[in-house]
């Protein structure tokens, strides 16, 4: 579990996040959405520690987060893990080492334990015999797959995932989606998604956060966002459909 509180942050003089307070829940899939600028990421960031915040509190379980000292957050980090937009493999390196890489920061694992826990994260995510393949001999969605095992490598307890369905076409994105969902129910982790994709959050959102423009403005499931009396909500979410519709419509010509 991931909670933060009354969490402000600025950036020369503007604020970007503006006291807001969320709990994120171990085995769930826990969304956060809002437009281009709302402060999404930045929030994402804060709560990862790639930002530092300018007031409020970040717990990982029982731990404050947002105070610990620089060894400290290591023994944290080891604990999560993060599936950045993009992917973001090393192109000079091949599947398995990519893979293999945070085994290598953070154990002293033998070579021959490492290469069974890769082939392990390879295999959960369905991806065998690729070993030695580098990223431009991957499609998009493989690429994906490959960073969720990069991910997942270490057993977290925390995963933190930047816009996983970005540039995948809409079948290979469900893909993308319910592997997340089956990887967090199955391990307990507690996962949290920053996305636009509305077709995610009606997917696998069972804690869904809106931001708009830094603060927290509606909080619900899926099941509750299509009945939400909520007008900037309902006007994101009209607006992430059509794009999407668009999106489709396009790819199929």
């Known amino acids: 579990m991931i909670r933060a509180e009354h969490i402000t942050k600025s950036f020369e003089g503007r604020v970007v996040l503006d006291d807001i307070s969320a709990v994120f829940e171990q085995?769930?899939?826990?969304?956060?959405?809002?437009?281009?600028?709302?402060?999404k990421t930045v929030f994402l960031k804060c709560l990862v520690g790639l930002h530092k915040i300018d007031k409020g509190e970040i717990y990982y379980s029982d731990t404050r987060f947002?105070?610990?000292?620089?060894?400290?957050?290591?023994?944290?980090r080891e604990k999560v893990g993060m599936l950045f937009?993009?992917?973001?493999l090393l192109d000079s390196s091949n599947v398995e080492e990519n893979v293999r890489l945070p085994l290598d920061l953070f154990t002293?694992?033998?070579?021959k334990k490492k290469l069974e826990r890769v082939n392990f994260c390879l295999e959960r995510v369905r991806l065998q015999n690729v070993n030695h393949l580098y990223p431009a001999e991957l499609s998009g969605g493989m690429i994906k797959r490959v960073a969720i095992a990069r991910?997942?490598?270490?057993n977290p307890q925390y995963l933190f995932c930047d816009e996983p369905n970005s540039g995948l076409d809409p079948m290979t994105s469900i893909v993308i989606d319910n592997l997340i969902k089956e990887i967090t129910e199955e391990y307990n982790i507690t996962t949290i998604i920053n996305t636009h994709d509305m077709n995610s959050v009606l997917e696998i959102g069972?804690?869904?956060?809106f931001i708009y423009k830094g603060k927290k403005w509606w909080?619900?499931?899926?099941?509750?966002i299509l009945h939400a009396d909520?007008?900037?909500?309902n006007e994101f979410v009209f607006a992430s459909t059509m794009a999407k519709r668009a999106k489709m419509a396009s790819a199929r010509r």
């Open 27 to 39: 085995g769930k899939t826990n969304l956060i959405i809002g437009q281009s600028g709302s402060g």
């Open 66 to 76: 947002d105070t610990l000292s620089f060894k400290e957050l290591k023994a944290i």
């Open 85 to 88: 937009q993009g992917g973001a």
């Open 108 to 111: 002293n694992l033998s070579s």
């Open 151 to 154: 991910a997942i490598v270490m």
């Open 206 to 209: 069972e804690h869904v956060i």
């Open 219 to 224: 909080e619900g499931t899926k099941h509750d």
């Open 230 to 233: 909520n007008k900037e909500l």
